[in-house]
T-cell receptor, first 113, second 120 residues
Protein backbone atom coordinates (compact mmCIF):
# COMPACT_ATOMS: atom_id res chain seq x y z
CA UNK A 1 0.00 0.00 0.00
CA UNK A 2 1.80 3.10 -1.25
CA UNK A 3 1.80 6.08 1.05
CA UNK A 4 1.80 9.72 0.02
CA UNK A 5 4.49 10.51 -2.52
CA UNK A 6 5.86 13.90 -3.53
CA UNK A 7 8.16 15.09 -6.28
CA UNK A 8 10.70 16.46 -6.60
CA UNK A 9 12.54 15.92 -3.32
CA UNK A 10 14.60 19.06 -3.62
CA UNK A 11 14.37 22.10 -5.87
CA UNK A 12 16.40 25.26 -6.30
CA UNK A 13 14.81 28.23 -8.07
CA UNK A 14 15.62 31.89 -8.64
CA UNK A 15 13.50 34.81 -7.47
CA UNK A 16 10.72 35.60 -9.92
CA UNK A 17 10.55 32.09 -11.35
CA UNK A 18 7.60 29.73 -11.17
CA UNK A 19 7.57 26.25 -9.62
CA UNK A 20 5.26 23.23 -9.69
CA UNK A 21 5.28 20.60 -6.96
CA UNK A 22 3.47 17.28 -7.27
CA UNK A 23 1.71 14.95 -4.86
CA UNK A 24 0.13 11.53 -5.14
CA UNK A 25 -2.18 10.68 -2.25
CA UNK A 26 -2.30 7.47 -0.27
CA UNK A 27 -4.27 4.77 -2.05
CA UNK A 28 -8.00 5.28 -1.53
CA UNK A 29 -7.72 8.86 -0.31
CA UNK A 30 -9.68 11.55 -2.14
CA UNK A 31 -8.63 14.75 -0.36
CA UNK A 32 -5.28 16.50 -0.63
CA UNK A 33 -3.98 19.34 1.55
CA UNK A 34 -0.81 21.38 1.13
CA UNK A 35 1.27 22.91 3.92
CA UNK A 36 4.31 25.19 3.98
CA UNK A 37 6.86 24.64 6.73
CA UNK A 38 9.54 27.28 7.21
CA UNK A 39 12.71 26.24 9.02
CA UNK A 40 12.11 25.80 12.74
CA UNK A 41 8.38 26.44 12.45
CA UNK A 42 5.22 24.39 12.43
CA UNK A 43 3.52 23.72 9.08
CA UNK A 44 1.10 26.37 7.80
CA UNK A 45 -1.99 25.36 5.83
CA UNK A 46 -2.05 26.55 2.22
CA UNK A 47 -5.18 24.93 0.77
CA UNK A 48 -7.17 21.72 0.44
CA UNK A 49 -8.59 20.03 -2.66
CA UNK A 50 -11.52 17.66 -2.96
CA UNK A 51 -13.35 16.60 -6.10
CA UNK A 52 -10.92 18.70 -8.15
CA UNK A 53 -11.94 21.91 -6.40
CA UNK A 54 -10.28 24.06 -3.77
CA UNK A 55 -12.42 23.54 -0.70
CA UNK A 56 -10.54 25.50 1.93
CA UNK A 57 -7.71 28.03 1.79
CA UNK A 58 -5.28 29.42 4.31
CA UNK A 59 -3.77 32.87 4.47
CA UNK A 60 -1.59 32.67 1.37
CA UNK A 61 -1.49 35.05 -1.61
CA UNK A 62 -2.88 34.24 -5.04
CA UNK A 63 0.65 33.43 -6.21
CA UNK A 64 -0.05 30.05 -4.64
CA UNK A 65 -2.45 27.99 -6.71
CA UNK A 66 -3.24 24.34 -7.07
CA UNK A 67 -4.98 21.68 -8.98
CA UNK A 68 -6.39 18.24 -8.33
CA UNK A 69 -6.71 15.65 -11.07
CA UNK A 70 -9.39 12.96 -11.54
CA UNK A 71 -7.01 10.37 -10.04
CA UNK A 72 -6.85 12.57 -6.88
CA UNK A 73 -3.22 13.56 -7.39
CA UNK A 74 -2.46 17.23 -6.96
CA UNK A 75 -0.10 20.02 -7.95
CA UNK A 76 0.97 23.13 -6.09
CA UNK A 77 2.07 26.06 -8.24
CA UNK A 78 3.88 29.11 -6.94
CA UNK A 79 4.41 32.10 -9.25
CA UNK A 80 6.82 35.01 -8.92
CA UNK A 81 8.92 33.25 -6.29
CA UNK A 82 10.22 35.26 -3.34
CA UNK A 83 13.12 34.43 -1.05
CA UNK A 84 10.54 33.93 1.71
CA UNK A 85 8.97 31.06 -0.22
CA UNK A 86 11.97 28.89 0.68
CA UNK A 87 10.51 26.12 2.83
CA UNK A 88 9.56 22.47 3.07
CA UNK A 89 6.27 21.91 1.25
CA UNK A 90 4.26 19.05 2.66
CA UNK A 91 1.35 17.30 1.02
CA UNK A 92 -1.18 15.42 3.14
CA UNK A 93 -3.96 13.14 2.01
CA UNK A 94 -7.08 12.02 3.82
CA UNK A 95 -10.48 10.48 3.36
CA UNK A 96 -13.41 12.79 2.99
CA UNK A 97 -15.44 10.48 5.21
CA UNK A 98 -14.66 8.65 8.40
CA UNK A 99 -11.51 9.07 10.48
CA UNK A 100 -9.93 12.45 10.26
CA UNK A 101 -6.24 11.63 10.13
CA UNK A 102 -4.10 13.25 7.47
CA UNK A 103 -1.18 11.22 6.12
CA UNK A 104 1.84 13.26 5.10
CA UNK A 105 4.35 12.78 2.34
CA UNK A 106 8.11 13.28 2.71
CA UNK A 107 7.91 16.86 1.44
CA UNK A 108 9.65 18.93 -1.21
CA UNK A 109 12.46 21.21 -0.03
CA UNK A 110 12.29 24.42 -2.09
CA UNK A 111 15.17 26.88 -2.00
CA UNK A 112 14.76 30.26 -3.66
CA UNK A 113 17.98 32.18 -4.36
CA UNK B 1 -9.50 31.17 15.07
CA UNK B 2 -7.75 28.11 16.37
CA UNK B 3 -4.41 28.31 18.13
CA UNK B 4 -1.98 25.67 19.40
CA UNK B 5 0.71 26.53 21.94
CA UNK B 6 3.71 24.36 22.71
CA UNK B 7 5.76 26.10 25.38
CA UNK B 8 8.72 23.70 25.48
CA UNK B 9 11.18 24.45 22.65
CA UNK B 10 13.33 21.50 23.72
CA UNK B 11 13.11 18.56 26.09
CA UNK B 12 15.67 16.01 27.23
CA UNK B 13 14.94 12.54 28.60
CA UNK B 14 16.98 9.53 29.59
CA UNK B 15 16.45 6.35 27.62
CA UNK B 16 13.72 4.11 29.13
CA UNK B 17 12.19 6.97 31.10
CA UNK B 18 8.83 8.64 30.45
CA UNK B 19 8.45 12.18 29.14
CA UNK B 20 5.52 14.57 28.81
CA UNK B 21 5.28 17.10 25.99
CA UNK B 22 2.91 19.97 26.68
CA UNK B 23 0.22 21.31 24.38
CA UNK B 24 -2.55 23.81 25.02
CA UNK B 25 -5.13 24.89 22.50
CA UNK B 26 -7.69 27.57 21.95
CA UNK B 27 -10.85 27.23 19.91
CA UNK B 28 -14.46 28.30 19.98
CA UNK B 29 -15.55 25.15 18.16
CA UNK B 30 -17.40 22.42 20.04
CA UNK B 31 -16.27 19.65 17.72
CA UNK B 32 -12.57 19.28 16.99
CA UNK B 33 -9.76 16.78 16.83
CA UNK B 34 -6.33 16.89 18.44
CA UNK B 35 -3.31 15.20 16.90
CA UNK B 36 0.32 14.59 17.68
CA UNK B 37 2.84 14.16 14.90
CA UNK B 38 6.53 13.21 15.00
CA UNK B 39 8.90 14.76 12.50
CA UNK B 40 12.38 13.18 12.27
CA UNK B 41 15.21 15.01 10.58
CA UNK B 42 14.12 13.44 7.29
CA UNK B 43 11.13 15.81 7.30
CA UNK B 44 8.19 13.43 7.00
CA UNK B 45 5.32 13.96 9.43
CA UNK B 46 4.44 10.71 11.20
CA UNK B 47 1.02 10.43 12.83
CA UNK B 48 1.21 9.28 16.47
CA UNK B 49 -2.15 9.68 18.18
CA UNK B 50 -5.59 11.28 17.87
CA UNK B 51 -8.15 12.53 20.40
CA UNK B 52 -11.63 13.70 19.50
CA UNK B 53 -13.19 16.48 21.52
CA UNK B 54 -16.10 14.24 22.51
CA UNK B 55 -13.97 11.23 23.44
CA UNK B 56 -14.31 10.59 27.15
CA UNK B 57 -11.32 8.25 27.40
CA UNK B 58 -7.76 9.42 26.88
CA UNK B 59 -6.31 8.04 23.65
CA UNK B 60 -3.48 5.51 23.79
CA UNK B 61 -1.34 4.03 21.01
CA UNK B 62 1.39 1.71 22.22
CA UNK B 63 3.94 3.79 24.12
CA UNK B 64 2.04 7.00 23.37
CA UNK B 65 -0.84 8.34 25.40
CA UNK B 66 -2.64 11.64 25.24
CA UNK B 67 -3.54 13.33 28.52
CA UNK B 68 -6.67 15.21 27.45
CA UNK B 69 -8.02 17.82 29.89
CA UNK B 70 -10.85 19.56 28.08
CA UNK B 71 -11.62 22.14 30.76
CA UNK B 72 -7.99 23.24 30.78
CA UNK B 73 -7.77 22.98 26.98
CA UNK B 74 -4.67 20.86 27.18
CA UNK B 75 -3.64 17.77 25.23
CA UNK B 76 -0.26 16.64 26.51
CA UNK B 77 1.59 13.75 24.90
CA UNK B 78 3.14 11.16 27.20
CA UNK B 79 5.82 8.88 25.80
CA UNK B 80 6.63 5.95 28.05
CA UNK B 81 9.89 3.99 28.01
CA UNK B 82 11.71 6.45 25.72
CA UNK B 83 13.92 5.04 23.00
CA UNK B 84 16.83 6.63 21.13
CA UNK B 85 14.70 6.58 17.99
CA UNK B 86 12.18 8.89 19.67
CA UNK B 87 14.57 11.81 19.22
CA UNK B 88 12.74 14.13 16.83
CA UNK B 89 10.55 17.22 16.58
CA UNK B 90 7.03 16.72 17.94
CA UNK B 91 4.04 18.76 16.83
CA UNK B 92 0.65 19.13 18.41
CA UNK B 93 -2.11 19.98 15.94
CA UNK B 94 -5.82 20.66 15.92
CA UNK B 95 -8.36 20.05 13.22
CA UNK B 96 -11.78 21.59 13.09
CA UNK B 97 -14.25 18.91 12.16
CA UNK B 98 -16.24 20.77 9.56
CA UNK B 99 -18.79 18.83 7.59
CA UNK B 100 -20.46 19.52 4.29
CA UNK B 101 -22.49 17.31 2.03
CA UNK B 102 -21.72 14.22 4.07
CA UNK B 103 -17.98 14.70 3.88
CA UNK B 104 -15.60 16.01 6.47
CA UNK B 105 -12.88 18.54 5.94
CA UNK B 106 -10.80 20.92 7.93
CA UNK B 107 -7.24 22.14 7.99
CA UNK B 108 -4.70 21.19 10.61
CA UNK B 109 -3.38 24.02 12.78
CA UNK B 110 0.05 23.22 14.20
CA UNK B 111 1.99 24.43 17.19
CA UNK B 112 5.63 25.51 17.04
CA UNK B 113 6.91 22.10 18.01
CA UNK B 114 9.10 20.60 20.72
CA UNK B 115 12.48 19.04 19.97
CA UNK B 116 12.88 15.87 22.03
CA UNK B 117 16.35 14.46 22.63
CA UNK B 118 16.69 11.02 24.18
CA UNK B 119 20.02 10.36 25.91
CA UNK B 120 21.45 6.83 26.27
Amino acid sequence: DAGVTQSPTHLIKTRGQQVTLRCSPKSGHDTVSWYQQALGQGPQFIFQYYEEEERQRGNFPDRFSGHQFPNYSSELNVNALLLGDSALYLCASSLSQGFYEQYFGPGTRLTVT
Amino acid sequence: AQKITQTQPGMFVQEKEAVTLDCTYDTSDQSYGLFWYKQPSSGEMIFLIYQGSYDEQNATEGRYSLNFQKARKSANLVISASQLGDSAMYFCAMRDLANAGGTSYGKLTFGQGTILTVHP
